[in-house]
């Protein structure tokens, strides 16, 4: 197995976890997609749900359903306790404190409250904003909206030939016009698992705030934020067993006490009037509206739900799946995978020669395997590996060993329609 990379715990094999048994857990994965057993490869896009998570949302609506905050009523405490419960649950998952954490809809919310809350109003002319040459989409068009308005100009990190990014390159990157340095935890295309606390120490020694995507990080492996040493960390719900609709930014106290909301509603005020709007306190100042109350009830339910399965048994079992995929698919003559940086995360993209990505999943479909092809919302990375499209495998811990194998002789099978 790959050494656990930095801001992680150490992964561990428990040979007691029965996989099959967590597998069953999880309703969809039974299903049939074509008439065959459905072989889902695509969790990096988002991840199955337990029972436990699907009950928990039907439980909330049945029995529950109010909204939070504003009725002194049963129902009323019932629902905001279950919503606060939510954010309790979250924060201890990833060992912050819970008036630190704003719930939102995910991470592409998070960013972009990052972006106009706290980056618009200090960014002016010549400042520059740090990224990485692997940024998902949400991790670049916010920063290209705020740095238009403010002045300010984007500047690019790359990558070294096997997708890692080499620590010294950021160094030289982070010339003093740098303000910010927003950058993935996990690379959602080449499983690339980022140095995240030595990247946001030479970041914090020159007075760089850093914003870290965490989409692809925390459904696949422990990850403590404190200890990371981060101002910002954003992550999406759908991506670990929660609903679709949630995710969190984690920022620390001061940094959101300073911030402006740029999002005005209920729920976020203190005392309206036509003269003027006081803000309420910590994260509940940027929750304007009715939030996803249910869905976060969900996505607590998913938090208990992976701290009983533990996330360093989770991050192994992967790691196992990730290396027999990897061995199999590298039997295939003239495929190709994208992303071979040491210790990487479950997510395999590949090309096959001679066949377009989109032929490959069209095909493997018709098996009743999904996986996905096309840019993966990362324009930028394709262009610099040099392809319009990729196939990428993205595993989960209920995938199995079986299915690889499956997968790889489907693999096998359409390429020889194709060729
Ligand atoms: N960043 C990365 C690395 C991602 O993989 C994704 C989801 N594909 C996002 C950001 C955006 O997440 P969401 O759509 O849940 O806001």
Known sequence: MNA??????????????????????FPLLAREVHGKPLLY???????????????????????HNANVSRAVHQLGSEATD???????????????????????????????????????????AGDVILLTRM??????????????????????????PDGSLDIDTVRAAMTTEVRLFTFTHVSNVLGTVTPVRALCREARRRGITTVVD????????????????CDFYAFTGHKMCGPTGTGALWAR?????????????????????????????????????????AGFVGLGAAVGYLEALGMARVEAREQALLAHLTEELQSIEGLRILGTAPGKAAVVSFLVDGAHAHDLATLLDLEGIAIRSGQHCAHPLLAWLGVAATC??????YNTHEEVERFVAALRKVRMLLA
């Open 135 to 160: 940024e998902h989409h949400a991790n670049i068009v916010p920063w290209q909206l705020v740095a238009a308005r403010a002045g300010a100009t984007i500047r690019v990190v790359d990558l070294a």
């Open 253 to 293: 106290a001061e940094h959101l006490a300073a911030m402006e909301p740029f999002m005005g509603g209920g729920e976020m005020i203190r005392e309206v009037s036509f003269d003027g709007t006081t803000y309420n306190d910590g994260p509940y100042r940027f929750e304007a509206g009715t939030p996803n109350i």
């Open 4 to 25: 656990p990379a930095d801001g992680l715990r150490s992964a561990t094999v428990d040979p007691a976890v029965d996989w099959d048994a967590v597998r069953a857990e």
């Open 82 to 124: 279950a919503y606060e419960g939510a954010r309790r649950a979250l924060a201890r998952f990833v060992n912050v404190r819970h008036d630190e954490l704003v719930l939102c809809s995910g991470t592409t919310f998070a960013l972009n409250l990052v972006a106009w809350s706290w980056a618009l109003p200090r960014l002016s």
């Open 214 to 229: 965490g989409s692809q990080a925390l459904p696949h492996r422990p990850v403590d934020i404190a200890a990371l040493g």
């Open 392 to 397: 990428r495998a993205s595993l989960a811990f």
């Open 41 to 63: 490869f695509d969790s990096a896009n988002t991840g199955q749900k337990p029972a436990v998570v699907i009950d928990a949302v039907n439980d909330f609506y049945r029995h």
